[in-house]
């Protein structure tokens, strides 16, 4: 009778399973091992078995940002970011735009897929008239950062948020 079974992981395409069996008052350790195909759904605790949800970006985080307008200049900012973990968030932004002062508060949905990725979709308010911006980010380190790129044409502008 096997009373307990423990697993290891050994790399992308095996694991192996010790169970601990009990014959005739005995226990005894029964190493099996069984390959599984790379894109199994087999997930250990390691490295980049995490999954993310909306919930996953709760909270306020500091994030630095800067890049181009191509054609327009620098932009460079830091922001307070807050997540509500539910799909909304609210920026409150310093920047400098071109050399010019740049102070805004914006709002908007962002998505969260389980594989840490997402996007996050706002008005802009960089040009007159205000546009919608498009950013996507992949969350890393449990939530408690992430890397965002503005995929707006004509802009290479990127940040790093961190959790306060």
């Not at 909304?88 to 102070?103: D, M, P």
Request: proline share 4%; glycine share 14%; net charge negative.
């Amino acid at each position: 009778m096997i009373t307990r079974l423990k697993t290891f992981l050994m790399g992308a395409a095996a694991f192996a399973v010790i169970a601990i069996a009990s014959i005739a008052g005995r226990r005894l350790l029964t190493p099996m091992v069984v390959a599984a195909a790379p894109d199994s759904p087999i997930q250990g605790n390691g490295p980049g078995s995490q999954t993310c949800s909306a919930q996953t970006l709760h909270g306020s985080y500091g994030i630095r940002f800067e890049g181009s307008k191509l054609g327009a200049g620098l932009y460079v900012s830091v922001s307070r970011v807050t997540f509500d973990g539910g799909g909304q968030f609210t920026v409150n932004e310093i920047g400098r735009s071109n050399g010019s002062l740049v102070e805004r508060t914006f709002t908007g949905p962002y998505v969260v897929n389980s594989d840490c990725t997402g996007y996050l979709d706002y008005s802009s308010t960089l040009t007159n008239p205000p546009h919608e911006a498009h950013g996507n980010f992949v969350i890393v380190d449990q939530g408690k950062e992430f890397y965002v790129i503005d995929n707006e044409d004509g802009w290479e502008a990127s940040g790093v948020g961190k959790r306060i």
